[in-house]
């Protein structure tokens, strides 16, 4: 289905399928609570660190972590010089005009993300290289520029978006969804990602891509968006995501 969506601009982009990281190919270089545990691991006797590929304050969902392996294992050929997106299993391309525009526009900025997340992305081989070296050792971050000291960071869209964390050496140009308005469902282009993320000026665009979502299996994410389908007066998924980023698909 992901496929048949991205025929329009096949003159654009070429898909080739590759095998994902699953838990069970996941190398691992964390055991279960190997020291120095994480100061986000609550002291309550039920929550624990599990074994994980990265350390720091990276999230320890085991599916999380696949995600991100998966996804970084690409990085890190942008970042070797290699001209590549990431697309991830049920991206929809829902707008292939607007996906038309802003590849011609924006393709090679540093962060190209022209649907609702990180269904379909690239960036830059210098992001790329800042993202590789960052991830090889995740550090830990306590309270720092008014983030939670609790943060774990599950997943590449909370990294990516909140470079102020992790010190970012470099000022760039950025294609991003705004993920801070409820009001406004907008891909923004501007050299400040938070003018993006609020849509405050920059130039504007439709989403070209969204999320298939299968509403009885659930595809195969970790979070349960079932609020947000059960009842539709609901903008947020308590797991983060909004409604409009999906195409809900009933069967």
């Not at 991830?88 to 292939?96: G, K, M, Q, R, T």
């Not at 938070?194 to 130039?203: D, K, N, P, Q, V």
């Not at 439709?206 to 539709?232: L, R």
Request: proline share 8%.
């Amino acid at each position: 289905m992901s496929l048949e969506s991205f025929k329009p601009v096949e003159d654009l982009v070429s898909i080739t399928p590759i095998q994902c990281t699953t838990p069970a190919t996941l190398p691992i270089r964390f055991q279960e609570n190997q020291e120095p545990i994480p100061f986000y691991v609550a002291p309550d006797g039920k929550d624990y660190l599990r074994a994980r590929h990265y350390g720091g304050t990276f999230c320890d969902d085991p599916l999380y972590n696949c995600v991100m392996h998966s996804h970084m294992q690409l990085v890190k050929r942008i970042a070797e010089g290699e001209e590549l997106a990431i697309m991830e299993h049920d991206a929809a391309l829902i707008n292939p005009d607007s996906f038309r525009e802003m590849f011609e526009l924006f393709w090679g900025c540093d962060l190209f993300i022209p649907g609702a997340c990180m269904e379909f992305w690239s960036c830059s081989q210098g992001y790329a290289q800042w993202l590789v070296k960052l991830m090889d050792d995740f550090p830990y971050v306590e309270e720092k520029n008014g983030y939670p000291e609790d943060q774990r960071f599950s997943g590449p869209m909370g990294i990516l978006i909140n470079p102020q964390v992790f010190d970012r050496p470099f000022t760039g140009t950025w294609l991003l969804p705004s993920k801070e308005r409820v009001d406004v469902d907008k891909i923004v282009y501007a050299t400040h990602q938070h003018e993006c993320l609020f849509a405050r000026g920059g130039m504007q665009f439709d989403p070209a891509c969204k999320q298939y979502y299968f509403t009885k299996t659930k595809n195969t994410n970790a979070p349960d968006y079932s609020d947000v389908i059960e009842d539709e007066t609901l903008e947020y998924s308590a797991s983060g995501p909004m409604r409009r980023d999906f195409v809900f698909i009933d069967e």
